[in-house]
């Protein structure tokens, strides 16, 4: 009853100690496709989903490369993933120009988080609406960190975020505890199997993102073919098995059973601005 | 250290101490353009005045896979040319994807000399790589960007001794003997004649060389020793 008075304004708290928009801003995360992470004390390993608005578009970039050590997965709203992206590129760089040195994953962590926190603050802008995996290894070891348009930054050994992240964090609580000392292709596979959890449909290689940096590995993006191998061992089909309808069927469609659970699905298969 | 010159005048006069932000740390680059390859050699030598500062600091610069700035002149100049260069191609690489190719460096060095026109790097460039196609490139730059595309180039403290010699032996501008192509070891033995050449004769010149080699499989290194006098 009292959300519609309280939730105009970031800069208005609800009676409940809450801010609304900013909360709302999180559900745009949620919306977006799955993205997960897995780290283990060398390396670290994220994966996202494609979304694409039909056979005829290209998929949405959702992997960002930040520094040689560093990089990203998002969710949500993908104009303000890049454009964070970008500035995050640009913190790394300057670090770099003044110390000669990569920066440390948390430090740019809490730079961003600090800049989503500001716009919580504002009353003429709105939070950014996106959830980030950051991903690097740096001098003090492999990290993971997610940050939210909350401001708040939490580092993860496994973790998920956007639509059905929660199948994915059910099964990454199962093995998270044997993560540590891994090595770095069964740490592919658990991120993949934790993946394939939070998708609607098959993980082929037209869908899936990799992403790893580590202890002798610069942040690299694998996509398209390269990454058909890591997608074959987890779901023991090649994409030439795939019969044609499910080719044709577009990638991101909620099974029709699934719109019934949740009030809030509207139009929101068609909504492009968050991925 | 400060490069003071201190001016004493006739009694009663006022005295003027000097700062200049400038000094000549010496030494000689040079690069060389093959049809399918570039040569770039630069000594090692780091000097104040008389006095040498060390024996074995590096001219060379490699920016990416294909191309290397060589560049003689102020050490603290070149390292910040070299940072700034750095980063400007880093931010390339993120925009658009691919790596800077070297005649795209070369015009982005030339645009980040001249801006600062009024307050110059105290640097003497030659920026060597592969262009488009697979050739071996030469630019050569003066201190606030002027530049060009040319078969090669040397800078530095020694250019002089060694320029006429590469215009003799590559160009064979002033001989009669007809133009013949150079193979890439008569190129680098060349090179090694030359730097041996401008050190015997300019103070400045010595210690080691650098020599790279840039082809289409990426950079080798190779170093040689030159006299310590």
């Not at chain 2, 190719?101 to 920026?127: C, D």
């Not at chain 2, 008569?186 to 730097?195: G, I, Q, S, Y």
Request: proline share 2%.
């Amino acid at each position: 009853m009292f959300r519609n008075i309280y939730d105009t304004d970031v800069t208005t708290f609800s009676p409940a100690g809450r801010l609304h928009q900013v909360e709302y801003a999180m559900e745009a995360v949620k919306q977006g496709s799955a993205a997960v992470g897995v780290a283990s004390k060398e390396y670290v390993v994220i994966a996202s989903l494609k979304r694409s608005s039909g056979d005829l578009a290209s998929y949405q970039q959702k992997v960002f490369q930040l520094d040689k050590h560093v990089g990203m997965a998002s969710s949500g709203l993908i104009s303000d993933a890049r454009l964070l992206g970008q500035w995050m590129r640009n913190e790394c760089m300057n670090h770099r120009f003044v110390y000669n040195s990569g920066i440390i994953t948390q430090r740019l962590v809490t730079k961003v988080a600090d800049k989503c926190q500001a716009l919580t603050i504002k009353d003429t802008w709105r939070p950014y609406g996106v959830g980030l995996l950051v991903a690097g290894y740096d001098e003090t070891g492999a990290h993971l960190f997610q940050t939210e348009p909350s401001g708040i930054y939490l580092e993860f050994k496994a973790h998920a975020i956007g639509a059905r992240a929660q199948s994915a964090k059910t099964y990454l609580e199962k093995h998270f505890a044997t993560f540590d000392d891994l090595s770095f292709d069964d740490l592919i596979r658990h991120a993949l199997e934790a993946l394939k959890a939070a998708s609607p449909n098959k993980l082929t290689s037209r869908n899936v993102t990799l992403g790893f940096v580590g202890k002798d590995k610069e942040f690299t993006i694998i996509e398209g073919d390269d990454v058909r191998p890591y997608v074959f061992q987890v779901t023991q089909a090649d994409d030439e098995d795939e019969n044609e309808e499910d080719k044709k069927k577009d990638i991101f469609k909620r099974p029709e059973e699934q719109k019934t659970e949740t009030e809030q699905t509207g139009s929101n298969e068609d909504n492009m601005s968050t991925d | 250290m400060m490069n003071l010159q201190i001016k004493t005048a006739p009694a009663g006069h006022i005295k003027e101490a000097r700062f200049s932000p400038y000094e000549n740390n010496g030494g000689t680059v040079l690069a060389v353009a093959g049809k399918d390859y570039c040569v770039v050699a630069g000594d090692t030598r780091m000097s104040e005045g008389y006095s040498i500062l060390s024996r074995d600091v590096a001219k060379l610069y490699q920016l990416n896979n294909t191309s290397i700035l060589a560049s003689s002149g102020m050490h603290a100049d070149m390292v910040t040319l070299r940072k700034s260069l750095d980063y400007k191609i880093e931010q390339y690489r993120h925009r658009h994807h691919k790596e800077m190719m070297t005649p795209a460096i070369a015009q982005m060095l030339s645009n980040t000399l001249y801006f600062k026109r009024f307050f110059p790097y105290y640097t003497f460039n030659v920026l060597a790589g592969l262009d488009e196609n697979g050739a071996g490139v030469v630019y050569g730059y003066d201190a606030i960007g002027s530049f060009e595309s040319i078969p090669y180039c040397v800078t530095g403290t020694g250019s002089s001794l060694i320029t006429s010699v590469l215009d003799n032996q590559v160009a064979f501008k002033t001989q009669m003997k007809n133009k013949a192509e150079l193979s890439f070891d008569e190129v680098v033995d060349l090179v090694k004649d030359c730097m041996t050449a401008a050190g015997e004769r300019d103070i400045f010149t010595g210690d080691s060389v650098d020599i790279a080699v840039i082809t289409k499989d990426g950079i080798k290194y190779e170093k040689f020793a030159l006299k310590k006098d």
